[in-house]
């Protein structure tokens, strides 16, 4: 009778990962509606606001001041060691391994490039947009700052906007504009937005960055969400020609194995023996030996009669130490009597 044999969840991760992946036949882009226009346009004016308010010394960087003088990191000196460790989500290299890393898996499951193509060209709209700022602006952090009440830009320093803040905005917001559900987008929105709102939180209480500098990173990454529908038709032109491309290198290599005529085996040929010179004897004939061994006979035990081993008498061996015993009996013998004893 066959058994199959129980699948355990291990083997059935194994049996999904062996499937070939499909293609979904419609995948949710996101388009440039006119809600997502009124967002961006708000949000750029937001942007500009903030920059103009540092460049002019308003109130905001008055107000960067006081909150420097604060100290946070002194007063709930507490919590400094969760904030050292929270603050990685905003760096750029952790979290774009791990958001990569799952985008990489959904590529793979989808047999689509649109999520790494998507996080790929997001970062670089980050680096060159917030590199562009903080180059061009040059303001100085809060413990480089050399006069109190100034704005400290101009001065050759990387530090507006924040490039944490606009780092978590973007990688974490990616999952939300990417997700397949408008449930999941929600969800995936409000949990980005509360990860960025505590990564820039989490600088200003280290000091590594002003007030303002959070404001400006927050608006600095979700610009680039926003505007990420007007370069889908950008990425899904480089998705069609890397996969043309590697249509194109399967076939050579398939037509290179094809054109590859194999080696033509070779055919024994019959030699004929060598004719002995004339006036020399004859060579003798040489007997054909047998490929194959000749089968053995058969053992066969001598006949003789056989005894049991619990019939055998035991025999103290020769050279041994131990004194015979004639009074041992062989087994299966029924045992004598026992003298009575006598009192002596």
Known sequence: MRTERNLTRLDRVFARLDREPERPAHID??????????????????YLAIVWAVVITSWLVRLDWQVMFFRPYQQWAGIHWLVDYYVVLGQRGPTAVMVASWLGWRSWRQHTLRPLLTLGVSLLL???????????????????????????????????????????????????????????????????????????????????????????????????????????????????????????????????????????????????????????????????????????????????????RSERTPVTPAGSRRPPHSDRLPRGTATPAARPLTGG
């Open 126 to 308: 980050l680096n060159i947009t917030v590199g562009a700022a903080k180059l061009g602006m040059g303001r100085l952090g809060p413990h480089y700052a050399t006069v109190i009440g100034s704005n400290e830009m101009g001065l050759g320093g990387d530090i507006f906007p924040s490039g944490h803040t606009a780092n978590a905005v973007l990688t974490w917001g990616i999952l939300a504009y990417l997700a397949s559900t408008p449930r999941a987008r929600r969800w995936l929105s409000a949990a980005s937005a509360i990860t960025s709102l505590g990564v820039g939180m989490s600088t200003v209480y280290l000091g590594t960055h002003w007030l303002s500098d959070v404001l400006l990173g927050w608006a600095a990454g979700l610009l680039i969400l926003l505007a990420l529908p007007w370069c889908e038709p950008f990425i899904d032109r480089t998705e069609t020609q890397i996969f043309d491309l590697r249509d194109r290198l399967r076939d050579r290599r398939r037509s290179r194995r094809g054109s590859t005529v194999p080696a033509p085996i070779p055919v024994p040929v019959a030699l004929k023996p060598r004719p002995a010179p004339a006036g020399d004897s004859p060579a003798p004939e040489l007997e054909p030996v047998p490929s194959g061994r000749q089968p053995r006979a058969p053992i066969h035990l001598a006949p003789g009669p056989h005894t049991a």
């Open 29 to 46: 882009v996101p388009k440039m509606s006119r809600h997502r226009v009124v967002l961006f346009t708000a949000t750029l004016a937001f």
